[in-house]
């Protein structure tokens, strides 16, 4: 009974922007799945150098639900800021019995092990994207491939798609994934290389650190380059040791990584717009009464929403400083902008997207 009513209230969260999905999952296929990570405590004991256990601690005395959610960006970053905001927004509206604890830098492990702790019904979560999740239902990784959405207005449409909303019952209902917002976007994605670049042809032979999802892999090749997958925290060094010639991230994410110290020129492909999602455990979602899961929701999407737009705000303003650092900047309308669309159809190719693609554009009324 408990599945059937977290539907009830998933579904009626949808109109507030929300999400999916109400049973446990069976195990992913080998092919695809990530490693098994460290048992649940081990994540939790390592995390903050020992501080969380503390942390956890003090808070179980109040909170009947801890979650801790983890993040591979910096505490500087936007995305965690606005995540601090919904931790502290559904603490006051739970009147202290939902406790989301917020980890930046990957503190509480890598993405794969994370992700098999989440399948496993830890009581953790993570800020992830549409490729990783691609990994379990092939489908979903559409929404991160090349050039298939462009700006904020068709990013946020998505959260209404019917065909995403029932992939993503699928991920909950086979995986024990429950992947309950995805409309924290960090906006368009560059090339930051060390030559001009204006066409695919020109890309040929650099390696571009990108994550290692097979449509960013599959995506970024079709742009001429080759990929190399690498954590963001080597990407500095990747680069100024020649590991890479390369990478492709936001501006904001660029700047606070000091990409502009080690690349001369930034190519404006703005082949991803990165599209980000939140999930936890179906079995941890399962847990929380059905009002608070609504609130948990909610809140999510609201703070989703507004990182979106002030990232959008903080871009120009990521980008000109990039600018007096030294950076060169090659806009869209100096690269062929139709050669590197053109190209990008290999990746759909590639993972047999080209209908979902279509199915996603039919309900946001993209042609």
Not at 146 to 151: D, L, T
Request: glycine share 6%; proline share 3%; aromatic share 8%.
């Amino acid at each position: 009974m408990r599945k059937r009513s977290c539907m009830a209230v998933v579904m009626a969260a949808m109109v507030a922007f929300s999400a999916v999905g109400c049973s446990k999952g069976s195990s992913n296929p080998a092919s695809e799945a990530p490693k098994n990570g460290e048992s649940a405590g081990a994540v939790k004991a390592e995390a903050a150098d020992g501080q969380e256990e503390t942390k956890t601690a003090a808070s179980a005395g109040e909170a009947k639900y801890v979650l801790r959610f983890g993040h591979t960006l910096t505490e500087q970053d936007l995305p965690h800021i606005y995540m601090q905001k919904w931790a502290d927004s559904v603490r006051e509206k739970t009147n202290g019995e939902v406790e989301i604890e917020i980890y930046a830098n990957s503190q509480l492990g890598t993405e794969e092990d994370v992700i098999e702790q989440i399948r496993q019904g830890a009581n953790v979560g993570w800020q992830t994207d549409f490729a990783r999740l691609g990994s379990y239902v092939n489908d979903l990784s559409v929404c991160n491939a090349a050039y298939f959405i462009e700006n904020q207005e068709e990013a946020f449409a998505l959260m209404d798609s019917q065909t995403i909303i029932g992939l993503n019952k699928k991920l909950a209902d086979e995986y024990n994934i429950c992947n309950f917002s995805w409309n924290w976007d960090q906006g368009p994605r560059h090339l930051f290389i060390n030559k001009a670049a204006y066409k695919p042809e020109d890309l040929k032979g650099l390696m571009i650190r990108t994550a290692p999802a097979p449509i960013w892999v599959e995506s970024v090749n079709s742009l001429g380059c080759t990929a190399a997958a690498l954590s963001l925290g080597e990407v500095y060094t990747g680069i100024q040791t020649k590991v890479v010639d390369g990478c492709e991230l936001p501006y904001n994410n660029a700047l606070n990584l000091k990409i502009h110290e080690v690349c001369d020129y930034v190519i404006e492909t703005g082949h991803f717009f990165a599209i980000n999602t939140m999930i936890v455990s179906q079995e941890w979602m399962d847990s929380l009464p059905e009002e608070y899961q609504k609130i948990f929701i909610d809140e999510c999407n609201k703070f989703g929403k507004e990182e979106t737009i002030a990232l959008a705000e903080q871009t120009a303003d990521s980008k000109q400083a990039m600018i007096d650092a030294g950076i060169t900047v090659i806009g869209p309308d100096e690269i062929d902008m139709e050669a590197f669309k053109t190209n990008s159809q290999k990746a759909y190719d590639a993972l047999n997207l080209l209908s979902v693609k279509e199915a996603v554009y039919k309900d946001i009324g993209k042609q």
